[in-house]
């Protein structure tokens, strides 16, 4: 097979399931699970507590990039397994991100929560999963739950598989940037927080 110019058939398939991925999300999400999550962000910042966001992998820079814009808005938060992260302690929230809900390092990070009486915030596409069992509040947000078999595209077209082509964990872990970035947006409402506002934390080394 050449690796010159072709059509781009995979790279326009692939784009048009992760967009109409995203635009039927806000759809699979639960009202209650998301004002629930919120509400438990505002507590948070209101009595001047930690919020610690944990994921492993790609799952874990969606993470980083939460924390960031809840550093913006003013809330104590950081990532688990930096060096300048403190110890969590009651109260406190841990938002944890595993689309399998079973991933050691998040699971492992929960466990250690609970166990100082930390609030749990389970993100995860499993209601069942290890991670959603130690959880006081699950966030279901969908994403594949197999891995495709046959990897040449044609090859599973003509066999009519229409599996998925984002690979992975993608589509869950893009659905879950837009959900955070989604919560980020009524944070701000609800704090009566603007733009200007949160420039004035955002780094000025870089």
Do not use: C
Not at 84 to 110: E, H, K, M, Q, R
Not at 151 to 177: K, V
């Amino acid at each position: 097979m050449s690796l010159g110019s072709q059509n781009l058939k995979a790279f326009y398939s692939a784009m048009d399931e992760i967009l109409s991925f995203l635009k039927d999300l806000k759809e699979k999400l639960s009202n209650s699970e998301v004002d629930k999550m919120i509400g438990m962000l505002l507590e948070a910042w209101g009595w001047g507590k930690i919020v610690l966001v944990v994921g492993a992998g790609r799952s874990g820079l969606v993470g980083r990039a939460f924390a960031m814009r809840l550093m913006h808005l003013g809330f104590r938060t950081y990532v688990v397994g930096e060096t300048i992260t403190p110890a969590i302690g009651p109260n406190d929230v841990l938002v944890a991100i595993s689309g399998s809900g079973s991933t050691a390092i998040v699971v492992t990070a929960a466990e250690a929560a609970k166990k100082v009486g930390a609030k749990v915030i389970a993100i995860t596409s499993f209601r069942d999963s290890p991670l959603a069992k130690i959880a006081d509040h699950v966030v279901v947000v969908p994403g594949r739950t197999k891995t495709a078999v046959e990897q040449d595209y044609f090859s599973r077209q003509i066999l009519g598989i229409h599996e998925p082509l984002a690979p992975l964990g993608t589509l869950f872990e893009l659905g879950t940037a837009v959900f955070l970035d989604s919560i980020v947006a009524e944070l701000m409402y609800r704090l009566g927080k603007s733009e200007i506002e949160m420039k004035y934390r955002h780094a000025v080394i870089e």
